[in-house]
Each structure stands twice: as structure tokens, then as C-alpha cells.
């Protein structure tokens, strides 16, 4: 277990749809992550946030979005959903960048399906 | 932009023998860091080794060790006595290391490696 808590654990929606996919980091930490695995694109870095603020983005589509809370939970918004938006989406956690190795937990993943 | 590349789709191997799986990356950048991850069936991103580019010594843990090669770009991961629990798909990651230090933590993953071991 690494702490880092996901929910929900999946998620079957329709096209169209909007979702929402919630994060809770491990105690301390203050950076989180956001990733999509699927079959088509692998493993892929979406967004950072530090402390409630953006820090990195990756390949993050327009219909998504993500923000972090002030007790530091995260939640990614995926909306007009595509059936390729069905993916794995994990989330991860760091302490913050401070140290030279920031290493990161990552969470079980949410299962979206969208049909 | 870094790229890393995981040549090896599926590999095997009998229980308790070794195997190296393989991982190059493409990346302008001096100091980063290198990892790799192990996802079994429950689909969990485990961390397995990290290697700091800036230290010439390969990590070892336990049953796993890395064999970095900075000029070559490459990074291959060696489990010895492979066990039945070792069976997962395996990523390499790569990761820039800022200047000060900070890392900003976007990983660059390879496109995996599903490692079956079988007794």
C-alpha cells in the first residue's frame, strides 16, 4: 500500500459524459500527479500540481482539468468524453520538489470505461 | 523532449534464472534520474531501482540491479533468481533533474516490458 488513495476504483459512463476522479496523496506529501495508461498511448504524464498550484503539464486534453485542493486532494475533471478516453488514470504523490530525488507513490488507478 | 524506448515486447524466463530486459532513451539533458517500475496484474506501479545519472555506480536491490550506460543512452534492468512474483509488465522512466536540484517529477515511460516467469 503506498498511501496514496484513489476513488472511484471504476468508473462506466457514456459518451458525452463529464467525470470526476478523486486523489488523496499520502500524508505530507504536497506535490501530486496525474497519468493515463492505455492501450494506444501507454503511460503518459498529464499535469502536475504543487501545493495547489499548476507546476508541469503534459499531454493533457482541453476537456480536461484538474486542480488541487487546500488539504491537497486532487481531482481530475474529464468531460465530453470520447471512447478513447477509456484508460487506467493513476494519480501520484511526492513531497514537493525540495529534495534532489523526488520520488513518487503511486495510487491504484481508476478504471474508466466509456461506452 | 526525452523519449525512452523498450525494444522488448514480452520476455520469459524459468524460475530462478536471470534476465535482463533492455531500455534506451533520447535526451539532450545532463542530469536526470532513471527508474523502473513493475506493474503486476493488480495493475500497481511499484517502484523496482532508481539510478542518478550524475552516479556511475549501477543501483542494486536485492535480486535487481541496473546496468546504466550514460554515453550509450542505455539503462537495462537485471533480476536475478527470477521468481513466480516477479511476473508483471515493467517500465522504465526517465526523469529531469532541474538545475538547484528540484525535480519537477514528470516521468517519461518507455512502452513496457510483460515479464511472465514461469516455474
Known amino acids: 500500500d503506498s498511501g496514496v488513495t484513489q476513488t472511484p476504483k471504476h468508473l462506466i459512463t457514456a459518451t458525452g459524459q463529464r467525470v470526476t476522479l478523486r486523489c488523496s496523496p499520502r500524508s505530507g506529501d504536497l506535490s501530486v500527479y496525474w497519468y493515463q495508461q492505455s492501450l494506444d498511448q501507454g503511460l503518459q504524464f498529464l499535469i502536475q500540481?504543487?501545493?495547489?498550484?499548476?507546476?508541469a503539464k503534459g499531454n493533457i486534453l482541453e476537456r480536461f482539468s484538474a486542480q488541487q485542493f487546500p488539504d491537497l486532494h486532487s481531482e481530475l475533471n474529464l468531460s465530453s468524453l470520447e471512447l478513447g478516453d477509456s484508460a487506467l488514470y493513476f494519480c501520484?504523490?511526492?513531497?514537493?520538489?525540495?529534495?534532489?530525488?523526488?520520488?513518487?507513490?503511486f495510487g491504484p488507478g481508476t478504471r474508466l470505461t466509456v461506452t | 523532449a526525452q523519449t525512452v524506448t523498450q525494444s522488448q515486447p514480452e520476455m520469459s524466463v524459468q524460475e530462478a534464472e536471470t534476465v535482463t530486459l533492455s531500455c534506451t532513451y533520447d535526451?539532450?539533458?545532463?542530469?536526470?534520474?532513471l527508474f523502473w517500475y513493475k506493474q503486476p496484474p493488480s495493475r500497481q506501479m511499484i517502484l523496482v531501482i532508481r539510478q542518478e545519472a550524475y552516479k556511475q555506480q549501477n543501483a542494486t536491490e536485492n535480486r535487481f540491479s541496473v546496468n546504466f550506460q550514460k554515453a550509450a543512452k542505455s539503462f537495462s534492468l537485471k533480476i536475478s533468481d527470477s521468481q513466480l512474483g516477479d511476473t508483471a509488465m515493467y517500465f522504465c522512466a526517465f526523469m529531469k533533474r532541474y538545475a538547484g536540484g528540484t525535480s519537477y517529477g514528470k516521468l517519461t515511460f518507455g512502452q513496457g516490458t510483460i515479464l511472465t516467469v514461469h516455474p
Open positions: 501520484a504523490s511526492s513531497e514537493g520538489g525540495i529534495s534532489l530525488l523526488d520520488e513518487q507513490y
Open positions: 535526451t539532450s539533458e545532463s542530469n536526470y534520474y
Open positions: 500540481y504543487y501545493n495547489g498550484e499548476e507546476r
